[in-house]
């Protein structure tokens, strides 16, 4: 059987190379229409403008007469009056004596005999720890015993105090207040307590804890080298409801 058609112009063999070609001129145009935006339109009323021509006004010309100003004055004659007077004075200088002195001039020193002079003595307000005093106070009742005896002593008796004058505040109680006080307070060199100061969760226990330790009694103050001063101690004081 004898072909008729004509292998050169064989329209499929080039159809892969067609169809590559459609495939990105449709990808194109489908790129296009997703890239397309529209605007609104809206009608603005730009307005009109109109130039009207310039209207110059005439400003008329006034010519005011003012009078000229006055001349001035004529310069005022000045007489000078020299009067020539002879010098006769003597003038007679003053001589001033230097008062500078040199290496050669001795300075007369003034003696100071030891008599002469006088050391004031100062009193040092010295306050010392309870833990280094050499001497610490003595509680009434302790007057006895060695040096680590009247310390312990002192301690116990402070305690006694405390559990003897103490009172939970009613406050306190109403309100459920409590916790631990710590107060620092001074024996001076006359053997009273001053300068209370404390510590605590609330002011109601602080001032019962004050009263506590402003009722001790006077004590006999502790010694630094043989002297009185004053010394510092500090007590916790605890306030727990039972």
């Not at 006055?70 to 000078?80: D, G, Q």
């Not at 009056?81 to 300075?107: G, Y």
Request: glycine share 6%; net charge negative.
């Amino acid at each position: 059987m004898i072909q008729k058609k004509n292998p050169e112009i064989e329209i499929s063999r080039s159809s892969g190379l067609y169809f590559a070609i459609g495939l990105n001129v449709m990808l194109f145009l489908s790129w296009q229409l997703l890239e397309f935006k529209t605007y609104d339109i809206e009608d603005v009323d730009i307005g009109v403008l109109s130039m009207d021509s310039e209207v110059e006004e005439d400003i008329p010309i006034i010519n005011i007469n003012t009078p000229p100003p006055p001349p001035p004055p004529p310069p005022v004659a000045t007489v000078e009056n020299i009067k020539v007077v002879e010098d006769e004075v003597v003038v007679e200088e003053t001589f001033i004596e230097s008062t500078e002195t040199d290496q050669d001039e001795k300075i007369k020193e003034p003696v100071v005999s030891v008599s002469d002079i006088y050391v004031e003595g100062v009193e040092e307000d010295v306050e010392v720890p309870f833990a280094v005093i050499e001497e610490v106070p003595i509680f009434p009742g302790c007057e006895k015993g060695t040096r680590a005896e009247i310390k312990a002593c002192f301690q116990r008796k402070i305690q006694e105090h405390i559990v003897k004058h103490f009172v939970y505040p009613e406050p306190a109680l109403n309100m459920e207040i409590e916790g631990r006080v710590s107060v620092i307070f001074v024996i001076d060199t006359n053997g009273q307590v001053t300068g209370l100061r404390s510590r605590g969760p609330d002011k109601i226990l602080e001032n019962e804890a004050e009263r506590i330790l402003g009722l001790l009694p006077q004590m006999k103050p502790g010694m630094q080298r043989g002297k009185p001063v004053k010394v510092a101690y500090s007590v916790p004081i605890l306030f727990r409801m039972n």
